[in-house]
């Protein structure tokens, strides 16, 4: 029977070492969040609930089509895209708490595709404290276009642009005189000072004004206003497509027979369905080409996208969507491997001058607007 073993000293020192190094490994591989080094995680917070969810539903259907597509063929960088996307029903409180608890969450790299002025409003405070970025709202506010705002990253054209181009149609069409219904919020007052600002030197005269509240279809007391009290030539809109729609038939019903002009952020898609298709009179401004025309490569690389998920409803919402997530993964491919916050940031600005076959942005460290490109409907 052989002798037993003794450890000397330095065995026992060796391994106790080895033990060590092994917990050690053991703790820190508990320690990492599950998959960081296979996904870019991406936070979002938008409206899935509530009576503006179709555009949060519908910019989101174009984000995960896209999305989707580059997952299956490999992600970017062997890494796939990951979305953490919560319903703040479109009220700034709730998305506040989302935007919370999405940047307490290390491995959430960046915020993207929030829904809304008031609600990415929210989001705002937290970028600099948290080192992190902010890109492709489905909002045209003015506060998102402010250079010393380094962390926001805009795609759409702002509503400053969509406003002259609306007061460029409004002129053309005669208008003289016109009225502005504001949803009651941040969102109402961006548009508001906007169409103030178009409206200069261009003869047209901003007559009165008045409000709603955010998710509302309770519009009696503004019809009073803009229609039985002080009449004009046009009513200029700024609330989502429920209240807009709400507003225009009762105003017919009045016998108002003016124009309406509304900002895209309205929804051009379920403002048609809320009207029955009757668009007469309805002037929409959009930031995107046309979602059916696939004349485009752009616009033919949606519908492709939009097809493989099985969803045949091509609409603008969901074709801005669907090119705010294009121009997404175009950054991360310039992201390098070991990416963080700051890296996602540097990347997006290294995308340059980008032109996706018909629609075109532009990224610098000077200048985070992305579009400019306004069409009238």
């Known amino acids: 029977m052989p002798d037993a073993f003794v450890p000397s000293r330095r065995h026992l020192v060796g391994l106790l070492t080895l033990l060590g190094v092994g917990f050690l490994r053991a703790r820190a591989v508990a ?8 996904e870019w995680r991406i936070g979002s917070s938008a409206a899935l609930t509530g009576p503006a969810a179709q555009l ?30 919560r319903d703040d029903g479109y009220e700034p409180e709730r998305a506040e708490v989302n935007t919370r608890q999405l940047v307490e969450d290390e491995r959430v790299l960046l915020l993207f595709g929030y829904v809304g002025t008031p609600t990415s ?18 909002t045209g506010a003015g506060m998102l ?12 054209a702002s509503y400053l642009d969509e406003s002259l181009a609306l007061a460029d149609a409004m002129k053309r069409d005669g208008v003289k005189r016109f009225n502005v219904l ?7 007052r961006a548009g508001l000072e906007a169409m103030r600002d178009a409206a200069q030197g ?39 497509y429920e209240t807009c729609a709400a507003f225009i038939r009762q105003a017919r019903k009045r016998g108002y027979t003016g124009r309406f002009y509304l900002l895209s952020f309205a929804g051009l898609e379920p403002l048609q369905q809320a009207l029955q298709g009757d668009m007469r009179q309805v002037r929409i401004a959009q930031v995107v080409p046309d979602p059916r025309d696939p004349i485009l490569p752009v616009t033919a690389a949606y ?29 991360l491919l310039r992201a390098q491997r070991s990416h963080g916050r700051d890296g996602v940031q540097q990347a997006l600005e290294r995308v340059g001058e980008l032109d996706l076959g018909g629609f075109r942005v532009r990224y610098n460290e000077n200048s985070h607007r992305g579009s400019s490109l306004v069409l009238i409907r």
Do not use: W
């Open 31 to 38: 320690a990492t969040p599950p998959g960081p080094e296979n």
């Open 56 to 85: 949060g539903l519908r910019y989101h259907a174009g984000i995960r089509a896209q999305l989707a597509l580059v997952n299956q063929q490999g992600g970017i960088q062997g890494r796939k895209v990951v979305l953490d996307l």
């Open 121 to 138: 409003r929210a989001a705002l405070p937290y970028l600099k404290r948290h080192g992190i970025s902010f890109m492709g709202a489905y």
């Open 145 to 156: 276009y402010e250079p010393s705002l380094g962390r926001i990253f805009s795609i759409r």
């Open 182 to 188: 504001l949803q009651a919020d941040l969102f109402g």
């Open 202 to 240: 261009r003869q047209l005269t901003l007559q009165a004004s008045a409000t709603v509240r955010r998710n509302s279809t309770d519009v009696g007391e503004a019809l009073d206003a803009l229609i039985t009290r002080a009449p004009a030539d046009a009513i200029f809109m700024i609330s989502t």
């Open 303 to 331: 519908q492709k996208a939009m097809l493989a998920q099985g969803d045949r409803q091509f609409d603008s919402i969901s074709f801005e969507g669907y090119i705010a997530a294009r121009v997404l993964c175009e950054g």
